[in-house]
């Protein structure tokens, strides 16, 4: 079965600072798709940036971009130049092949000014 | 582009009770999913439909139904509500339901059992 692990439950980062919020997974699908998303405490779910396992470089989406190492099966979020509006719990997800996503217990990251 | 909406954003149920929440899919898209998320959790999945079928049921009693209708929203049902089922409900679309698209959420219902 797939899973999704997020070690981290909270992150402080300084304002201006780059973070990096670590996500592994497991899958035994060549072909999966990984994604996080940003949960304000709003409630809604933002998509962020999304990296496909046949994928040659690492994404990237303005300040998001996603460390994808594929042998050891992680797929870490580094923001750059942080902001307090990034202040927010954020999920990593995987889509399986029948596209249900799966996600991760999620990191809470205040950003401090 | 309006993206997807649902409603009501908020409700208050007594056990016991039943309650249909609804969903409507960014434009153009045909794939509906329904997510439950426990205070503290990461979203669970609990159903997901395409092209008006159900295409995948997660882990959930039969107090959870759903269906999708011709003009591609959703309603999700529950029955016999129970205190545990107090939660925040997200509805997504999608395109089509494959691995590599994203799917776009709404803002939730915030369900709440008293």
């Known amino acids: 079965a797939q899973k999704i692990t997020q070690t981290q439950p909270g992150m402080f980062v300084q304002e201006k600072e780059a973070v990096t919020l670590d996500c592994t997974y497991d899958?035994?699908?060549?072909?999966?798709?990984l994604f996080w998303y940003k949960q304000p405490s709003s409630g809604e779910m933002i998509f962020l940036i999304y990296?496909?396992?046949?994928?040659?470089q690492n994404a990237t989406e303005g300040r998001y971009s996603l460390n994808f190492q594929k042998a050891r099966k992680s797929a870490n979020l580094v923001i750059s130049a942080s902001q307090l509006g990034d202040s927010a719990m954020y999920f990593c997800?995987?889509?399986?092949?029948?596209?249900?996503?799966?996600f991760g217990q999620g990191t809470e990251l205040s950003v401090k000014p | 582009d309006a993206g997807v909406t649902q409603s009501p954003t908020h409700l208050i149920k007594t056990r016991g009770q039943h309650v249909t929440l609804r969903c409507s899919p960014i434009?153009?898209?045909?794939?509906v999913s329904w997510y439950q998320q426990v205070l503290g959790q990461g979203p669970q999945f609990i159903f997901q439909y395409y092209e008006k079928e159900e295409r995948g049921r997660g882990n959930f009693p039969d107090r959870f139904s759903a269906r999708q209708f011709p003009n591609y929203s959703s309603e999700l049902n529950v029955n016999a509500l129970l205190l545990g089922d107090s939660a925040l409900y997200l509805c997504?679309?999608?395109?089509?339901?494959?691995?590599?698209?994203?799917?776009?959420f709404g803002d939730g219902t915030r369900l709440s059992i008293l």
């Open positions: 899958t035994s699908d060549p072909s999966y798709g």
């Open positions: 997800a995987m889509r399986e092949p029948g596209g249900k996503l799966i």
């Open positions: 997504a679309s999608s395109f089509v339901y494959s691995q590599v698209q994203p799917q776009h």
């Open positions: 434009s153009g898209h045909k794939s």
């Open positions: 990296q496909g396992s046949y994928d040659q």
